[in-house]
């Protein structure tokens, strides 16, 4: 099964920062990628994925990620971060089944 | 968001008594699973199923068992409840597409307290 990194455990930005939060996986071959988002005492909601075609993925909420193949890395970044991106953000890779990095809380100040 | 019930959202129990958690969908996938969520593990999967009494292991199964007679219910039994199975308990559903293309939606969790 895929090891999954994420880099940060901890991020604390203030309002529209830049955000950048770093994923990894172990080995290569056909993966789908994904970033899952959950909010304070909510359930895990999708932000985005990449199945094939285009490396730059668009989510919701003005997120996107980039997957690089070459260093098996799926980053999520947003521009300008608000107060209610506040949340823990998982990283996920699925081969022949799905695995989860840690997580990374964001907190964003106002 | 899918169609995703879980039951209970939260429960306290004790020690050495059976748990039955339940997972409800009306999407009608095929595909069910139940992982726990620990702080600095993310969420790790402990079986899941891929059909009406099909039914596989994950990476966390010891201690819990699972049961699906209908498309839409997989129940999730902790057969005797230890303090180590504290956690945080969410179902997931997919249909999975051509290949691997499989996207997974989560249920609300249920919150698991074992004194």
């Known amino acids: 099964a895929q090891s999954v990194s994420q880099h940060n455990h901890h991020v604390i930005l203030s309002e529209a920062a830049s955000l950048e939060l770093g994923c990894n996986y172990s080995y290569g071959g056909t993966v789908n990628l994904f970033w899952y988002v959950q909010y304070p005492g909510q359930h895990l909601q999708l932000l985005l994925k990449?199945?094939?075609?285009?490396?730059l993925v668009k989510g919701i909420k003005g997120f996107e990620a980039e997957f690089i193949k070459s260093k098996f890395s799926f980053n999520l970044r947003k521009p300008s971060v608000q107060w209610s991106d506040t949340a823990e953000y998982f990283c996920?890779?699925?081969?022949?089944?799905?695995?989860f990095g840690a997580g990374t809380t964001v907190t964003v100040r106002a | 968001d899918a169609g995703i019930t879980q039951s209970p959202r939260h429960k306290v129990t004790e020690t050495g008594t059976p748990v039955t958690l339940r997972c409800h969908q009306t999407e009608n996938h095929r595909y069910m699973y139940w992982y726990r969520q620990d702080p600095g593990h993310g969420l790790r999967l402990i079986h899941y199923s891929y059909g009406v009494k099909d039914t596989d292991k994950g990476e966390v199964s010891d201690g819990y068992s699972v049961s699906r007679s209908k498309t839409e219910d997989f129940l999730l039994t902790l057969e005797s409840a230890t303090s180590s199975q504290t956690s945080v308990y969410f179902c997931?559903?997919?249909?999975?597409?051509?290949?691997?293309?499989?996207?997974?939606?989560f249920g609300p969790g249920t919150r698991l307290l074992v004194l």
């Open positions: 997931a559903i997919s249909e999975p597409k051509t290949g691997l293309e499989e996207t997974q939606y």
């Open positions: 996920a890779v699925k081969d022949y089944k799905l695995s």
């Open positions: 990449y199945f094939s075609g285009d490396p």
